[in-house]
Nanobody
Framework: QVQLVESGGGSVQAGGSLRLSCTASKYTYNSNCMGWFRQAPGKEREGVATIFTGGGRTYYADSVKGRFTISHDNAKNTVYLQMNSLKPEDTAMYYC???????????????????WGQGTQVTVSS
């Protein structure tokens, strides 16, 4: 079993920045993919950014390209999401997810991810 613990959420004004962290209880180099998803009230969950922990290849949703950056530090078993130029529409609960022990494409298909964190709230005010 793998536990994922997110931190770094909070409230910020539009144009501001936040950095989310997700620390895994298992070595992240044993994971195939890790990613960040978000869900706003009344909306479906969407993939924000993902990363292959082995090769570092990344995926970003069109809505966050150029503003968000996903990275990982295997030595700390941690994945980060740096969020800049935040917009009110970025307001959502953000979830960290990971794939251990099975194939992942590195895209935004939430069904590929078999471990999830509890989520951290991000609120962006205009």
């Amino acid at each position: 079993q793998v536990q994922l613990v997110e931190s770094g959420g909070g409230s910020v004004q539009a144009g501001g920045s936040l950095r989310l962290s997700c620390t895994a209880s298992k070595y992240t180099y044993n994971s195939n993919c890790m990613g960040w998803f978000r869900q706003a009230p009344g909306k479906e969950r969407e993939g924000v950014a993902t990363i292959f922990t082995g090769g570092g290849r990344t995926y970003y949703a069109d809505s966050v390209k150029g503003r968000f950056t996903i990275s990982h530090d295997n030595a700390k078993n941690t994945v980060y999401l740096q969020m800049n130029s935040l917009k009110p529409e970025d307001t959502a609960m953000y979830y960290c997810a990971a794939v251990y022990g099975r194939y992942c494409s590195g895209g935004a298909d939430a069904n590929e991810y078999n471990y999830w964190g509890q989520g951290t709230q991000v609120t962006v005010s205009s």
